[in-house]
């Protein structure tokens, strides 16, 4: 099953490492967009449905926060899990990252990521229950696959950074 992810980074550097990771690197198929500013991931938005949105902070056009506030408002995309993969890492900016919806808030450098992300994810994993369709079957419900996805997708991250 494949994954798609959104990744919201001016920094071209970085959106290079991310992309070059989950196009080489991760062992799941996941199909990776990124968009240099707010204004693009908003133009993507309007034409794809992600599984995740991982959002800079600080970008050129709007920020970060600016942005998560009208996805929280974007009917397809109020449930997708976001998290902020950020160089603000002040106690404010974490806490603002939260409030306004963040399901997730990773300070760059990545190595963090071990200990926010995959605790996260798997509390998350665990707290959402399965929706019985039938007697005979049961489908995982949206969220819950998006929450796998934010597994996956911390596992790899890990995986790789324990390379590095």
Do not use: W
């Not at 992309?19 to 990776?32: A, N, P, Q, V």
């Not at 996260?120 to 949206?142: C, N, R």
């Not at 996805?149 to 790899?156: G, R």
């Amino acid at each position: 099953m494949g994954y798609s992810i959104l990744l919201a980074e001016d920094d071209a550097q970085i959106r290079e490492i991310i992309s070059d990771y989950f196009t080489h690197k991760s062992e799941d198929s996941i199909c990776l967009s990124c968009a240099p500013n707010g204004t693009a991931a908003l133009e993507l938005l309007q034409n794809t449905e992600y599984d995740l949105i991982l959002l800079d902070v600080m970008m050129d056009d709007m920020s970060g926060f600016s942005l998560a506030v009208q996805l929280r408002k974007h009917q397809g995309c109020a449930a997708t899990p976001v998290v902020f993969i950020t160089a603000k890492s002040g106690e404010n900016d974490v806490l603002t990252g939260f409030n306004i919806g963040a399901d997730d808030y990773v300070t760059k450098p990545f190595n963090p990521i071990v200990a926010v992300s995959i605790k996260f994810a798997q509390e998350l994993y665990e707290g959402f229950s399965l929706i019985s369709s039938s007697a005979s079957s049961i489908k995982v419900s949206k969220r819950l696959s998006a929450q796998r996805s934010i597994t996956l997708v911390s596992k790899q991250v890990v995986k790789y950074c324990s390379k590095v």
